[in-house]
């Protein structure tokens, strides 16, 4: 098969790659369309992250078509469309024709969207929804999300307007974001600048000059700082990013927060795959009956080196004005 490997120097190059032979329980997806994430690059320059990588092939959520199925297999038939987060679950990454899943990590794919919407789908739907699975909300709880625009904290917001929730208030850093959010129904009396001069009042001022119950934080560093600075005692602070800062982390413990990291890790580490199955059934249910869209989309083009490069450096560089990035695989 074709894939774009990460070679010892820490570049991508395209390259030939043989892949292993089917178990009983996988089934062989012929690649459509996969997804960047920001983990991607992070993988190359961190070591924190790097224990994450399981394969020179990056790449963790797709789309595409069963090609072959295991004598196991029972869900699944030659020719079904499905969608799966692949993570360190698969034979190798998403960039790539094709790749080995466990038949319990993949789901047919919303009837009524495209591979390109749908490989957009895995990663920050799974994440969104652990969040909006882990913590109480009810209906006159007031919530602030920080980085409203990236993929999970867009996604987690139109979970939040499809249940008909009204205390919210988002950061947003530019016109083009703004503009994002005002389309999937986010007021403009809800959107804060998160360059104002004294960012934690104006989010105070927004929220009736009350402080917030929960803070769903998808941008950390200074931003877990002026969280728990808006925070009432005892709130909730969920961590999309694990980048709280030493400062945020000891503002986080003065008022007795309760901390929730999420992560999806330890459910791929422990082969718990009835989590990814459930939450990426609820995603397509929320779909096709229109409860929710799919995320922004751009597509940079089909499976090359440097097509995935120059996703990656868009990324590192904040440039997706709220779109995910797509790559066609089999072009």
């Known amino acids: 098969m074709k894939a ?16 292993r032979s089917i178990s009983e329980n996988e089934i062989l997806i012929r690649i459509m369309a996969s997804a960047f994430n920001p983990i991607d690059y992070q993988m190359r320059e961190s070591e ?32 079904d469309e499905v969608f799966c987060a692949c993570g360190s679950m698969g034979s190798n990454g998403s960039y790539a024709t094709h790749i080995l899943v466990p038949q319990e990590i993949a789901v047919r794919k919303p009837r009524s969207i495209s591979f390109e919407q749908a490989a957009a789908l895995p990663v920050v739907g799974i994440t969104a929804l652990q969040v909006l699975n882990r913590i109480s909300i009810r209906p006159d709880t007031r919530i602030l999300v920080t980085g409203a625009s990236s993929g999970v904290g867009n996604f987690f917001i139109k979970l939040l307007l499809a249940k ?9 850093g530019n016109k083009d974001r703004t503009e994002q959010l005002r389309k999937i129904g986010v007021q403009e009396e809800q959107i804060v600048d998160y360059h104002s001069p004294d ?27 002026t969280s728990a600075e808006v925070m009432k005692a005892n709130a909730v602070y969920a961590d999309i990013t694990n980048r ?32 990814f199955r459930q939450s990426l059934e609820q995603i397509r249910r929320y779909i096709d009956e229109t409860q929710v869209t799919p995320p922004a989309i751009t597509v940079i083009g089909g499976l090359s080196a440097e097509n995935a490069e120059y996703a990656q ?15 066609q695989n089999q072009i």
């Open 313 to 327: 450096h868009v990324l590192q560089n904040n440039g997706t004005s709220g779109s995910k990035l797509i790559m």
């Open 164 to 172: 008909g929730i009204k205390y919210l208030t988002v950061t947003a």
């Open 48 to 79: 924190q992250e790097r224990k994450y990588l399981f394969s020179p092939i990056l790449g963790r959520e797709l789309s595409g078509i069963v090609e072959k199925t295991g004598p196991a297999v029972t869900d699944f038939r030659i020719g």
């Open 4 to 19: 774009i490997v990460l070679n010892d120097k820490n570049e991508l190059t395209d390259q030939e790659v043989q892949i």
């Open 244 to 275: 709280i800062s030493s400062e945020g982390r000891a503002l986080l413990f003065d008022i007795g927060a309760t901390i929730h990291h999420i992560s999806n890790f330890v459910y791929a580490r422990e082969k718990r795959y009835t989590y």
């Open 199 to 225: 960012l934690s009042s104006e989010l105070i001022r927004r929220n009736g000059g009350i402080k917030f119950d929960i803070v769903v934080d998808c941008v950390g560093e200074y931003l877990s700082e």
